[in-house]
């Protein structure tokens, strides 16, 4: 599995972004049962995790960032976007998406993530 982000930037406070993450996988593997996921880190602090979705598609959202950012999942182009509104500086960080990678039931619940994304740049200037 091989992800690929694009999309970030730098944006003054109160602005958009958007990231996305095209996935490439095995042609036996379904993404469509795969947990995937955005992670953050911002100098000096520690990994947070921003926004998940399950194999259902179901969506949990960070209380940080719940009502300004959205994630989907787009199962036939294997794309997963975040889309950043309202943003502040404290979101100022490195992106990743990042997946199990794993092609099981809706009802497996989601394992470690496996795979990342080589990271992408969000900058929120005050």
């Known amino acids: 599995v091989q992800l690929i982000q694009s999309g970030g930037g730098s944006v003054q406070a109160g602005g958009s972004l958007s990231v996305s993450c095209a996935a490439s996988?095995?042609?036996?593997?379904?993404?469509?049962?795969?947990?995937m996921g955005w992670i953050r880190q911002a100098p000096g602090k520690e990994r947070e995790g921003v926004a998940r979705v399950d194999r259902y598609g179901n969506v949990t959202v960070a209380e940080s960032v719940k009502g300004r950012f959205t994630i989907s999942k787009d199962n036939d182009k294997k794309i997963l976007y975040l889309e950043m509104n309202s943003l502040k500086p404290e979101d100022t960080a490195m992106y990743y998406c990042?997946?199990?990678?794993?092609?099981?039931?809706?009802?497996?619940?989601?394992?470690?993530?496996?795979?990342w994304g080589q990271g992408t740049q969000v900058t929120v200037s005050s």
């Open positions: 996988v095995p042609t036996y593997s379904n993404y469509r049962n795969y947990c």
């Open positions: 990042a997946t199990d990678g794993v092609d099981m039931p809706p009802w497996t619940g989601c394992v470690e993530d496996r795979y």
